[in-house]
């Protein structure tokens, strides 16, 4: 795989993975200061897609049979309860070791999606107006949602770009032909600066800031072995953009909403596998009986 992902690139496709990485933290970087920035921070995002399509044949091997969509959707259904174990397991050590991002995030969250919107005089809440103010915010979390599964495409880029590095820095040892290091490496550089890009458009303490490069960079690396395990950029894409949406949904309307989700989830996941290995039983080829003397 890393061979072709290494592939010789245009100047042109260097120029795009450059603005997808390196400029989209500085858009990110920037947004803080002003709402513009934000604005073509969500258009870098889109214009990933482009770029992903280009990027995407590299993860797959030609050898390979293409896999059926019941195929595909159990790899989603297994992508995403992997996903989902981790992302928990990952939480839940965030809010006992990071007590001071946890306790930030969870203000956050509360502040971020309980508006309150007054009348004129300013002296009590507008019931309508507070209203429309939720589903605006909501419908707006939801395209930024479905935007953070281009990240995937992100990811992808700046993988591409430090193996392409590294094979330049190192040519002897990869020569040699022992490159999984340096797959682990690229992914591994490329999960801490998905964490630290979490800490770019706010201003926080170091212990908030520590906390979340840590708990993102967790989260990213669970989304690269995802990448790597699939070989499918966009089924990467389909498991980050739902998850954001599930989350975003649970903040608003019901607080267990992603474990409903994943528990639906597993189900299907289940009934899936089961199909699948039904199927393979039956195309099994039937070895013929010993004819009788």
Not at 8 to 27: F, H
Not at 120 to 132: E, L
Not at 159 to 178: A, C, D, E, H
């Amino acid at each position: 795989m890393t061979t072709s992902l290494t592939q010789p690139i245009s100047k042109k496709m260097l120029l795009a993975i450059l603005i997808i990485t390196i400029g989209a933290e500085v858009d990110l970087y920037l947004s803080r200061y002003s709402y513009l920035a934000e604005t073509l921070y969500n258009g870098i995002m889109v214009g990933s897609l482009f770029l992903g399509l280009k990027l995407s044949p590299r993860l797959r091997d030609p050898l390979v049979i293409p896999k059926t969509k019941r195929q595909l959707s159990l790899q989603f259904t297994g992508a995403f309860l992997i996903f989902f174990l981790v992302s928990t397991v990952n939480n839940f050590y965030s809010t006992i070791v990071f007590q001071d991002f946890s306790d930030n995030y969870d203000q956050y969250v509360q502040s971020y999606t309980d508006p309150q919107t007054y009348v004129d005089d300013g002296t009590s809440p507008n019931f309508v107006s507070s209203f429309f103010d939720k589903v605006d915010t909501f419908g707006n979390d939801l395209y930024s949602d479905a935007l953070a599964g281009l990240e995937e495409v992100w990811r992808l880029a700046y993988i591409v770009l430090i193996l392409i590095i590294f094979k330049k820095i190192f040519p002897n040892r990869w020569n040699k032909g022992s490159r999984d290091i340096f797959v682990m490496l690229a992914l591994f550089i490329s999960s801490i600066l998905f964490g630290i890009d979490h800490t770019l458009d706010t201003e926080e303490s170091w212990p908030v800031r520590v906390g979340a490069i840590v708990t993102f960079a967790n989260m990213g690396f669970t989304f690269g072995l995802i990448l790597l395990w699939t070989r499918n950029l966009w089924l990467a894409v389909i498991v980050h953009a739902v998850y954001d949406i599930v989350t975003t949904t649970s903040w608003y309307f019901f607080d267990y909403a992603v474990e409903v989700f994943a528990f639906v989830v597993l189900v299907l996941h289940i009934i899936l596998f089961t199909i699948e290995k039904r199927k393979k039983k039956y195309d099994q080829p039937i070895e013929s009986l010993p004819m009788a003397e």
